[in-house]
């Protein structure tokens, strides 16, 4: 056996009175087996490096191939956690029940209007997967072409990838992953008899783009290690093996992705790291002749482009624009001299993203974490703004098929509200209400306060912290409290309604969202201010939001759950090494923790393109020495702990399985008080998690099920 029972348990003897571990199994130990590795002269010691599978990409393909010792230890940690948590399986069954009951289940998106139909997906009632299908532009039957439910009844795992009609409305193109390794096959339906052609293009990252023939499409590959290298093109009719290489990107560190220009004109090639990107344009109406390059690679130089008429316009931060501006150049000669500003930079006001339209341009932007759409004429030039009052809100463009057109689709929700989306006329400005969330159960936005309270964190920095919580809360200081946070790669954490988090909030919980940086919350200065050697602000500005909102009463110490998935599970391994004192329990969803040995494998799917983010480490001693001192993993230590859960994915091709497995059994060896610390592997999903809408909601609910008894609530009948 490669795994053992622990029939002391030492180290998790000592648990705080908020748990029971009455009834449950030994907790497995992970043999060491230590393995050293030197690098610019420090040498480092990882005595569980044998859970990583020597054949983890076939592990990928085929979870059936996972070495045997491996397996057989995962499944004794699920049954562990199984026994630790077998006692709230009443309280899940309920979670779940309350959270599918405030899903319509026969929900459908507003129609897309492309020419004579427009397009939608839905789901039928009790339905786990998407129908795709299309009504007459101005109203009338549903025709589906593409059932998700159907489609997934054998398999057990199925997750839609990408599904695009052709330009002449006669085919669908869609891809799906059965694996849950995001490795997406794409097949070809006709539309006049559903059913699918011969044509199977596998191993792709699932996106499609049409020509405007209809006669092929282009599409991704993905290489051995999981990488989207390679664009080819694919006549309809013939064998994958015949496909057409397009364009091949040879820096392992770059990724590479396809889609639609505004037009529909061209098929853009959008290729890049975390700092970097360059794009080329393939003519859709001629997809024989060679993609066009915009503007050449420059380090540190990112920039992505839209088309109208005989001009591009590009998003981009050249020339020290650290919040993003927008340029336009000749489409027949778009090199960097040629660029010519129509949007200026505003330090403090991020662009996030524009829609381009014959006449208008519509961008995306974020001051004060807060975002607004602003609508630019552009014959007159003149702008105006579309904004909301609440003090945390959430709004995002939708885009659409047509270009040639007035109107915006946008979506808008808070804490509070549940997600609206309306039609925009840009000349008009008409606002047209398409579609409320619907809570089949009910939903009093009056009962629930959404606020933002502002953390000063360790360097003076203020972090906002977006609060959710019953109206009737009183501030005492004794409320539970989910504090959530992610801080990587630029991403913004939306003050976005959920229906799901009501489950802990209707239960006396206050949810919080911790704005902190490594995020774009507050600009992309934020997220720079947050990545590589200042990552470490991002941990200290998670533990500064939880102290604040001790210090507000609207907690306690011990009375918080930490919460993030995958880059913001390294976030939730860092805070448990550093504040761990401040929290009662951590939930780590498929949680990067061992930063070190991944960004030292250069074989990962994610490792090149992740470089610029958090620092190389076979090449600089500095960015070695940085990881060293953070990574989760590596920092784990002889001294007390919250109760942690670790939830992890077996064919995750993002965040492997072996690092939350290295970094639970290493927390059970080395800890001296504190847990219970727990993992759990799901044996047939990937980064995502359970497929299907209501399967999914079975992790949700371990994860609050956890939470609750985290903090006392599962054991006291107040379920």
Not at 135 to 144: A, M, N, S
Not at 172 to 200: C, H, L, M, N, P
Request: proline content about 5%.
């Amino acid at each position: 056996m490669g795994w053992r029972p622990n029939p002391r348990a030492e180290n998790e003897d000592r648990v705080t009175q908020a748990f029971s571990t009455k009834g449950s199994r030994p907790a497995p130990v992970a043999p060491r087996r230590p393995h050293s590795f030197t690098f610019h002269g420090i040498t480092v010691t990882d005595d569980y490096a044998w859970l990583k599978d020597d054949n983890w990409q076939e592990v990928l393909r085929d979870p059936a191939v996972l070495d045997g010792d491996i397996k057989s230890y995962l499944e004794a940690e699920n049954g562990y956690t199984e026994s630790l948590l077998g006692h709230t399986a009443a309280l899940q069954r309920k979670l779940v029940a309350e959270m599918r009951g405030r899903i319509k289940e026969d929900d459908s998106s507003v129609p897309a209007p492309d020419g004579p139909y427009a397009y939608l997906r839905k789901f039928r009632e009790g339905g786990q997967h998407e129908l795709f299908g299309r009504c007459p532009r101005h109203g009338g039957e549903i025709e589906i072409v593409l059932d998700g439910d159907a489609l997934a009844a054998n398999h057990g795992y199925f997750k839609f990838g990408g599904a695009r009609h052709s330009p002449d409305h006669r085919l669908e193109a869609w891809s799906a992953d059965i694996q849950g390794s995001e490795y997406f096959t794409i097949r070809v339906r006709d539309w006049a008899d559903k059913t699918d052609r011969e044509d199977v293009v596998e191993e792709t990252d699932g996106g499609i783009v049409w020509s405007t023939d209809c006669e092929s499409f282009f599409y991704v590959k993905l290489d051995d290690n999981h990488r989207p290298m390679q664009v080819w093109r694919h006549r309809l009719g013939s064998p994958q093996a015949d496909d057409i290489l397009i364009y091949e990107e040879q820096d392992a560190g770059w990724f590479t992705h396809l889609h639609e220009s505004a037009s529909g004109r061209f098929c853009v090639i959008a290729g890049g790291d975390h700092e970097t990107s360059e794009q080329r344009l393939i003519d859709l109406s001629n997809p024989d002749a060679p993609a066009r390059l915009v503007a050449g690679r420059e380090v540190g130089v990112q920039y992505s482009v839209a088309d109208r008429g005989n001009e591009l316009y590009i998003l981009t931060n050249a020339d020290g624009a650290i919040d993003f501006k927008i340029v336009t150049a000749p489409l027949a000669s778009p090199q960097r001299a040629n660029w010519r500003e129509l949007i200026a930079h505003r330090a403090g006001v991020y662009i996030i993203d524009f829609e381009l339209y014959s006449g208008h341009l519509a961008r995306l932007e974020r001051a004060h974490a807060l975002p607004a759409i602003i609508i630019r004429d552009l014959t007159s030039g003149a702008e105006h703004a579309i904004a909301f009052d609440e003090a945390a809100y959430s709004l995002d463009t939708m885009g659409g098929y047509e270009f040639d057109t007035t109107n915006l689709r946008f979506a808008y929700s808070s804490m509070t509200t549940p997600s609206e989306v309306y039609d925009y006329d840009m000349a008009s400005r008409a606002r047209i209400l398409r579609k409320r969330q619907e809570i089949p159960t009910g939903h009093n936005p009056a009962d629930y306060v959404t606020t933002r309270i502002m953390a000063p964190s360790q360097d003076g920095a203020e972090v906002p912290v977006s609060i959710l919580h019953r109206r009737d809360l009183v501030r005492d200081g004794t409320a539970p409290l989910l504090l959530y946070g992610y801080g990587s790669y630029g991403m913004a954490m939306p003050a976005s309604f959920s229906t799901n988090r009501l489950s802990l909030v209707d239960r006396g919980f206050v949810y919080a969202i911790a704005h902190i940086r490594g995020g774009s919350d507050k600009g992309w200065g934020w997220y720079l201010d947050g990545k590589r050697a200042k990552k470490t602000n991002s941990f200290d500005d998670f533990a500064a939001s939880a102290r604040a909102l001790i210090s507000a009463k609207y907690t306690g110490t011990k009375r918080i759950v930490g919460h993030g998935g995958s880059a913001g599970g390294m976030l939730m391994g860092a805070s448990a090494n550093r504040a761990g004192e401040l929290f009662a329990g951590i939930v780590a969803e498929v949680p990067f923790v061992d930063v070190l040995n991944t960004m030292l494998d250069g074989s990962l799917p994610l490792t090149p393109p992740e470089w610029p983010e958090w620092g190389n480490p076979i090449e600089s001693a500095d960015d070695f020495r940085t990881i060293l001192s953070y990574s989760p993993y590596d920092n784990v230590a002889a001294k007390h702990y919250p109760a942690i859960l670790a939830m992890a994915g077996l064919t995750d091709p993002r965040v492997t399985y072996w690092e939350p497995a290295k970094w639970i059994a290493r927390l059970r060896a080395t800890m001296t008080s504190g847990g219970p610390v727990m993992l759990r592997t799901n044996m047939g999903a990937g980064h995502g998690g359970a497929s299907g809408r209501f399967n999914r909601l079975d992790e949700v609910a371990i994860a609050y099920a956890f939470a609750l008894w985290a903090v006392g609530l599962a054991e006291r009948g107040t379920v």
